[in-house]
């Protein structure tokens, strides 16, 4: 072939390029590179292990397509893991941290005590997906311009989706660029009950400068300010102060500020005037990512297969997630068992929402091709039946797709079970549903949502 290693990557990559998401692309594929080439097949490296198993199962389908038809001809994909290089080279997570230049110590200023922030909350440590990208992309934004850009800055969101470590990592940049700053981090209960006991000393005086003498105010879980109606009175004088003289206002809340009963209609018009972000349950794939990068920082290796196990039933929020993985490791020292996805099952049982059935006895070709017959309103014989019309072929194809993945049944099993299809037939249609979880994230959710219900207890 005319090709070099590196050519050809470049090309396939290419072809990649413009059919994955652009997510998907730079966490799985933007840090592979092409070592080597021959008439049989292409030596490429990546980052982790993890990268191999995740790149060959999930796109291996697509890239002997890709390579089939650049060359006319089958050429196998060889992946090796750069282990050392994974620590830093987990690409999912482009962070653009503002430059801090380094503290020196001696130039903050006596006056300016260091502000209370969690020194682990910053922008590095926080994994931007599809689900808080908005929102990230905000608070990078005011800790780079803080007062200037978007003021106030609005963030909501369910419990433990990362509303609080967004704050703290605004603050923690602001305070790294320059420790002169003023900068106050507050839960609103705690604004209220300082407010009171202020009132309560005759120090109110004190209390308004103090607030209002800040850079940037960040304050947490306002929804507590509800019913409150003195607090609600005294923030909203804080906030104009501040606001006037263009510092910096953030302030998170469970929801947007009109659908806080009992919030004030001047404060809500006040939050809507700058820029208003949620932030949602992250997807599959920043579960997986968020684990990883827990992972890299914590100095743990969990089998892939594990973190698999765990971003798939560990669904609702951020804490949840790390939470889990800090229990499978207590479990595991405990009984003093390696960690495998059958320790986690175990371990972990009853600790999600909805847990995978405990052993995969209870699981049946009939339970999923039931489960998906139902999900697609097909009627279940219709799955073996020889019509190929779209809509049975889609759901046939992703029955076979989950009892070989859930299952592992061969692929002649498979057949068998589908009113007696070759094996060439389930391997299109296996491949078929990998190209569609490829590409296709309505599809990807969709999946998700059918493998929870397979995996739910009757
Ligand atoms: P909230 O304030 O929304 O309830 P937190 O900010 O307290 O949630 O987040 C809960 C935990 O999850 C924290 O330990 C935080 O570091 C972590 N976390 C949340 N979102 C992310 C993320 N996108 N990347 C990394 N860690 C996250
Ligand atoms: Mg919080």
Request: one cysteine or more.
């Amino acid at each position: 072939m005319e090709f070099t290693a590196e050519e050809l990557w470049a090309r396939v990559l290419e072809m990649m390029r413009g059919q994955l998401q652009e997510q998907t692309y730079r966490t799985w594929l933007s840090g592979t590179v092409a070592q080597s080439l021959t008439e049989s097949e292409i030596l490429i490296e990546v980052p982790s292990d993890f990268h191999v198993e995740w790149i060959e199962g999930r796109f291996g389908g697509l890239l002997a397509e890709a390579l089939q038809q650049l060359l006319g001809r089958p050429l196998e994909v060889i992946f090796r893991s750069t282990e050392e290089a994974s620590p830093l080279a987990i690409p999912a997570i482009e962070v653009v941290s503002p430059t801090v230049p380094a503290v020196r110590a001696a130039e903050a200023t006596a006056s300016v005590p260091r502000p209370a922030l969690n020194e682990r909350y910053v922008f590095d440590r926080f994994v931007v997906g599809n689900n808080n990208e908005l929102a990230a992309a905000a608070c990078r934004a005011v800790a780079e311009s803080p007062g200037r850009v978007y003021n106030p800055l609005f963030l909501y969101g369910g419990v433990g989706l990362g509303k609080t470590h967004l704050m703290h990592a605004i603050g923690n940049a602001i305070h790294g660029s320059d420790p002169t700053r003023r900068i106050s981090y507050v839960p609103a209960e705690e604004f209220t009950n300082d407010l009171v006991a202020s009132i309560q000393a005759g120090t109110m005086a004190e209390f308004r400068r103090r607030y209002r003498q800040m850079d940037l105010l960040l304050v947490d879980d306002i929804q507590f300010l509800k019913g409150k109606e003195a607090t609600q009175e005294e923030f909203f004088h804080t906030f104009n102060a501040l606001h006037d003289a263009r510092k910096q206002i953030v302030v998170t809340s469970d929801r947007p500020p009109r659908d806080i009963s009992g919030l004030a209609a001047r404060l809500v018009s006040r939050f809507e005037w700058g820029m208003v972000a949620d932030i949602k349950p992250p997807d599959y794939e920043t579960r997986l990512a968020i684990l990883l990068k827990q992972a890299v920082h914590d100095h743990l290796t969990l089998e892939p297969d594990v973190l698999d196990f765990i971003a798939r039933s560990c669904t609702s929020s951020v804490r949840e997630l790390e939470g889990a993985v800090i229990k499978l490791l207590a479990y595991s020292s405990l009984t003093n068992q390696e960690i495998t996805v059958e320790l986690a099952r175990t371990g972990l049982k009853g600790t999600f929402g909805s847990t995978p059935p405990p052993g995969a006895a209870r699981l049946s070709p009939g339970r999923i091709r039931e489960i998906v017959a139902r999900r697609f309103d097909v009627r279940e014989e219709a799955l073996s039946s020889k019509r190929r019309t779209r809509d049975l072929t889609v759901p046939r194809q992703v029955a076979m797709y989950l009892i070989k993945d859930l299952l592992e049944y061969s692929l002649v099993q498979i057949g068998n079970l589908f009113g007696g299809r070759d094996h060439s037939t389930v391997i299109h249609s296996i491949r078929k549903v990998e190209e569609a979880l490829a590409t296709d994230d309505e599809f990807f959710r969709m999946l998700e949502d059918v493998r929870d219900e397979i995996n739910r207890p009757e």
